[in-house]
């Protein structure tokens, strides 16, 4: 095995994280979490935990309060424009999509190839309508994001990230408010990329997701981490997340809910 | 200073959450009082100024760096927005000359002969129409037809999350959204402020012509052109594009530059036109003293 392939991609030591929107406010302390390439993570955790902070933290678009956070073995402290090849390596889904109004969903999915590459638009049909294709979004290609429900446009968003080919997939709660047919579709998808799509290149994509409910991503596969009362806690694989006896585990699989409404 | 009293006043406010210093400076509890009221003012006006300062330079930094970065992106952009402040609105410039025409410049030629000062028509006409009333017109104009949907445009894109959106794929943000408005505004008034010029002159002139005022296209348009100095067109050109650039930065620091929710949007529009206008003026009052020195 290569020395570039023992790098984490993802290595974080004593981080605190800091709010996006306040960055004297700190969501999450001394996280300790090390993402080896090709591994599955589901960071769990419940409203306003710091879940989409890390992520956001992880994919180099915040710096740490305090502590060291590594993309492929470069601080992420230090990206500045030089290193946005390095920083677009990990490819950012948001929840509910944040896909730009004004242009058609194939234009939101070629933009960041057009910008990066320079490319035409006439450059990049073929790219982006093959993605299109594969995520079953080319009926709705000219249409507004606005004019496409909210299933669909949270798929453009995931061939937006796409589009650049990134070794790292981070999503915030990408299962939140998805139908039956689209939530299978994304599970299965997800695994397809981890295990290496051929469209990608045929590699092992990492893919790090967020999630409030945990029910759905039930796999031996996939690691799972906690974010509680400003701790991260990574539980290990399914089977342990089962033997934890935690009430906001349980909350999380819907084993036992004491919400008060 | 500033910076010292906003964090004194964010202690005592309940929400701490979501606020910038000018957010602090709006909503911090203070006892009634003329002086107080007025050291608001002062503090909103000194952070407004230093908040439009650091996005000017910054917009002209990004200008400068990446002139050659994703043309094949940016320079359609830049193309929509001179379509949209330009050539879009040459149809509404077209009405507003022959009116301006009309209403000012035909009564003010026939006035001028009826006194006997005919020979200060040139004069007139050009400090009147080319040096001061063309491009403040048409400035204002440009701020409340294309100044205002900036603000709604970028206002609801920074709600909506679509600048985070941006960073997360690398993409600048105010080289994609201001850049192109910025420099689609500044050629976008210049345009069209010759435009409503050389329209409202002629229209002008057509206006005296129906009330029988003795004068001839010639000599009409000599005692314009030989009033006219090169400084006036270098002046013209410096002011209408000084226009442009800061009815831009203005309009898109308000939509952009600070963290906004969806409610937020309409009255931050109102707010950046009255700023815009204010704008207009001091560099119009600029402008003028720069006449009288030279």
Redesign the interface.
Known sequence: MSENQNIPAIEMRGVNVAAMRDASFTVVEDVNWSVASGEFWVIAGQEHSGKSDLLMLAAGLMSPADGSCKLFGNDTKNFSEAELAERLRAGFVFQGGQLFNQLTIAENVALPLRYQKNLAEADVVRPVESLLELLELKPLADVTPANVAANWRQRAALARALILKPEILLLDNPLAGLGARHLQWWLRFLDQLSHGHEQFGGQPMTVVVTADDLRHWRNDRRKFALLRDKRFTPLGLWNEVEAVNDPVVNELLAVQIEATI | MTSCYAAAVRGNLAK???LTNTQVFRRAPLPRSYTDFLGRKLFLFLLTMQGLGAFALITLGVILRKSG?????IRPRIRQEIVRAGVALLPMFFFVALALGFLVIGQTVSALVKVGAISYLGSTMVIVVVRELGPLLAVMLVLARVGTAHVI?LG??RA???V?????????PVH?LIVPRVIGMALGIFSLTIYLIIGALVSGYFFAFLQDVPMTPGDYFKQITESLSWLDFALLALKTIAFGFFIAIVTCYHGLAQ?LRLEEVSRVAVRAVTQGVIVCVLIDALFIVLYLLT
């Open positions: 701490t959450f979501e970065v994703a043309e094949n992106v445009e609801t894109a909506l999350g679509e985070e959106a941006l960073e997360v794929l690398g993409i600048d994609y963290p």
